[in-house]
C-alpha cells in the first residue's frame, strides 16, 4: 500500500486574494464654491462664484489605489504660501481638505452626517485644528495635521488600526495637496468624493467646496 503524505488540507486553502488597484479622477468647476454666513436666526447661502478664497475651491481630484496604499492628489484654483490660523475657537476644525471613500458602497452605513460626508466609512484628511488665541500667519506646511479615521455613529472620526495616513505635501506651483495612507478594504465599488472646507468662526462664514458636485465617483 502507498501511502500519501502530502498536506491536503494546505493544499485546498485559497489563494490571498490580491490587492485592490483603482484610479479615479475628476474635475470640478472653478469658482463653485459654497460661501455660507452664519446668523442665529438663520443661515444665507450667497451666490456661488467668489475666488476669494482659492484655497478651498477644489479643481481637480485624483485617487489612486495600489498595493493597498491611497495616494490623493487634490488641486485647488490657488494655494498661497501662507495663511491665517487660530481665527476660530479653540480645537475647531479650521482648516481641511478631505478625501471620503465609502468602503462598501453603501450610503446608510458609515458616517450618518449631512449629505457632504453620508455614507462615508474613512476619510483622509490633511487638516488644522484652531488653537484659539491670537491669529497668526504661518505656513500650512508648518501646520497641519494628517489622518485616516473612521466614521462612527453620531458623527466623529476616530483612529483604527491598520488606517494610517502616512506622507503629506504641498505644492505651491501646482497648487496641489498630496496625501497618502492606508483605507482598509476598497474595491471596484467603493464611492469617494473630496471636500475642502474653512471655518473662521470669528468672521461668521464656512466656506466649503465639494467635488464632484454629483456626490460621489467610484474607483475603477
Given amino acids: 500500500m502507498v501511502v500519501d503524505y502530502r498536506p491536503l ?3 485546498a486553502l485559497p489563494a490571498a486574494p490580491e490587492p485592490f488597484t ?3 479622477t475628476i474635475s470640478d468647476p472653478k469658482g463653485d464654491i459654497d460661501f455660507t454666513f452664519i ?12 475666488f476669494t478664497f482659492s484655497f478651498i475651491d477644489i479643481t481637480n481630484v485624483g485617487v489612486r489605489v495600489e498595493d493597498g496604499e491611497v495616494t490623493a492628489e487634490i488641486q485647488l484654483a490657488g494655494l498661497p ?10 480645537h475647531t476644525i479650521e482648516y481641511s481638505w478631505t478625501v471620503y471613500f465609502d ?3 453603501n450610503p446608510d452605513t458609515g458616517a450618518d452626517l449631512k449629505k457632504e460626508r453620508k455614507g462615508a466609512d474613512y476619510e483622509l484628511v490633511i487638516y488644522y485644528d484652531s488653537q484659539g488665541g491670537v491669529a497668526t500667519v504661518d505656513t500650512l506646511l508648518n501646520r497641519y495635521k ?3 479615521r473612521k466614521a462612527k455613529a453620531g458623527g466623529s472620526w476616530v483612529p483604527e488600526a491598520g488606517a494610517l495616513a502616512t506622507s503629506a505635501t504641498m505644492n505651491y506651483t501646482t497648487n496641489t495637496l498630496t496625501i497618502q495612507g492606508l483605507v482598509p478594504g476598497l474595491n471596484a465599488n467603493s464611492r469617494w468624493w473630496a471636500e475642502a472646507y474653512w471655518y473662521p468662526e470669528s468672521s461668521g462664514y464656512i466656506v466649503n467646496d465639494r467635488a464632484p458636485d454629483t456626490y460621489y465617483d467610484t474607483l475603477q
Fill in 81 to 90: 504660501e501662507q495663511l491665517t490660523f487660530n481665527q476660530a475657537e479653540k
Fill in 39 to 50: 446668523d442665529i436666526s438663520n443661515v444665507i447661502v450667497v451666490p456661488k462664484g467668489d
Fill in 146 to 148: 494628517k489622518a485616516v
Fill in 22 to 24: 483603482g484610479y479615479s
Fill in 9 to 11: 488540507a494546505l493544499n
Fill in 103 to 105: 468602503v462598501d458602497g
